[in-house]
């Protein structure tokens, strides 16, 4: 009898260390795929942008010269300032990493990310989607979020890029709350080409806002770059003045809406 209870022990014994074996083993089969499988979408958004990099660019990616990355990040960073605690709109936000820079940095309260190309919505998604973001494949004019719902938007380098007869600083105007801000940019006096469909000087960007918004102020960006456009400027955020206002590479509004 006691034979037969050693023999059972030991079996049993044999049993629960077999099966712990087995377990541990598929652990490690599980986090081995899940590493393959991130390192695949890690590549595979590489892959997007390197073939996408001469109509989109990710900042916080070295395949982008650095000043051309710092000209971009400069604007977000300057734009988290205002997003503490609030709900938030990146519009025409690309890639998503200056949605991410809003979330994070400027500590949002959330932060939707719009864009009407459905590939840049995806990388952003893989590439910078913090718990406080989220992404929308949407048009500027037609983002299909509710009236008055967003304490602020931004939208960096967007309305260039629509033809005149396309107005969303009416949809801005829309889906803001009263008393709300809008933060937008634009270049200045840039040429018209296939992708810029109009172009503003100082005054002409402030006429088509004051449609809309009261503009609060508007300060010149600059890369410090050696682009004729930056007219030997150096790097920075400064603000417009009338003795100023041609050397601006690019104008920032900031703006409100008051009823």
């Not at 541990?24 to 081995?32: A, G, M």
């Not at 406080?132 to 299909?144: C, E, L, M, P």
């Not at 004051?210 to 603000?239: C, D, L, V």
Request: glycine fraction near 6%.
């Amino acid at each position: 009898m006691k034979i037969i209870q050693k023999i059972r022990k030991k079996l049993l014994g044999f049993d629960k260390n077999h099966l712990l074996a087995q377990v541990e083993q598929q652990k490690q089969q599980i986090e081995q795929l899940t590493t393959i499988v991130c390192g695949i979408s890690g590549s595979s958004s590489s892959a997007w942008l390197l073939k996408n990099k001469d109509e989109r660019m990710d900042a916080t990616d070295e395949l982008f010269d650095e000043a051309r990355r710092n000209f971009h990040l400069m604007r977000y960073e300057f734009a988290s300032n205002y997003c503490n605690g609030l709900d938030v709109a990146d519009i025409a936000c690309g890639t998503g990493y200056g949605s991410e820079i809003l979330a994070l940095e400027g500590k949002a309260n959330s932060v939707t990310g719009i864009d009407i190309d459905s590939s840049a919505i995806s990388y952003a998604k893989q590439k910078h989607g913090p718990a406080n973001t989220s992404y929308k494949v949407a048009s500027a004019d037609d983002t299909g979020l509710p009236s008055a719902s967003l304490d602020l938007i931004v939208s960096f380098e967007t309305i260039e890029h629509l033809p005149p007869s396309v107005d969303i600083l009416k949809e801005f105007h829309r889906v803001l709350k009263p008393s709300s801000t809008l933060i937008i940019s634009t270049p200045n006096n840039w040429p018209l080409t296939k992708h810029h469909l109009r172009t503003y000087n100082f005054s002409s960007f402030k006429e088509d806002i004051e449609k809309y918004f009261r503009i609060e102020i508007i300060y010149n960006q600059n890369s410090g770059s050696k682009s004729e456009y930056n007219h030997n400027q150096p790097a920075g955020i400064t603000h417009t003045t009338i003795k100023n206002q041609d050397l601006a590479e690019c104008f920032i509004a900031v703006c409100r809406k008051d009823n």
